[in-house]
């Protein structure tokens, strides 16, 4: 669902998928990005996460990186959710964020912040479908390095469980695998 076509669903649908990939990338608002600076700031230094043996280096380049990559697609589903909630009330739905119908996969340090920073802005989500490295196409089985995919698996499982316990995400927070359709195996 995006902004231009979600009032075709409002009536009908409970379970909204905002799909904002395209959106990745895009430079977001200067104020926007200094505020999202200053707000995860207190993350620089090593950041361990249960689960994921190796520690996160946060430095002031990586947020600045990840605010460059994903602000302005979080701003977008912060706008498509508040107009969901206007039109069928917040409890009325369960909004899932995709961010997997984009070329390279969310490392597990990004959806800690992305995460954050669906929740800063108001955004209750319960599933999040982040990019994975290889291929999941319609009609064959997945493309790609399945040890890999293990890993990144795991390690975003990790961060889900770190982000309902540290940050105060909803204990229902969901890991979505958008893997197409006609699937046998992975």
Avoid: W
């Avoid at 990586?62 to 706008?79: C, G, P, R, Y």
């Avoid at 409890?91 to 992305?114: G, H, K, R």
């Avoid at 999941?136 to 040890?147: C, E, Q, S």
């Amino acid at each position: 669902i995006g902004l231009a076509i979600v009032d075709q669903f409002i009536d009908y649908s409970n379970f909204f998928t905002i799909d904002v990939a395209h959106f990745i990338g895009k430079a977001p608002n200067e104020a926007d990005k200094k505020d999202f600076m200053a707000r995860y700031k207190k993350y620089i230094g090593k950041l361990s996460i249960d689960g994921i043996e190796k520690d996160f280096d946060v430095t002031e380049t990586l947020l600045e990186l990840t605010a460059d990559k994903f602000l302005t697609a979080i701003k977008e589903v912060k706008s498509i959710y508040e107009h969901i909630v206007l039109k069928k009330g917040a409890s009325n739905f369960i909004p899932e964020v995709s961010m997997d119908e984009c070329d390279n996969a969310q490392s597990p340090i990004e959806l800690f912040f992305i995460l954050a920073e669906l929740k800063h802005q108001g955004v209750e989500v319960q599933t999040i479908a982040p990019k994975f490295t290889g291929l999941f196409a319609k009609g064959v089985d997945y493309l790609g390095d399945i040890d890999q995919f293990a890993i990144e698996f795991e390690q975003d499982i990790a961060v889900i469980q770190y982000v309902i316990k540290e940050l105060g995400l909803p204990k229902s927070l969901k890991l979505s695998v958008h893997s197409g359709s006609d699937k046998f195996a992975i």
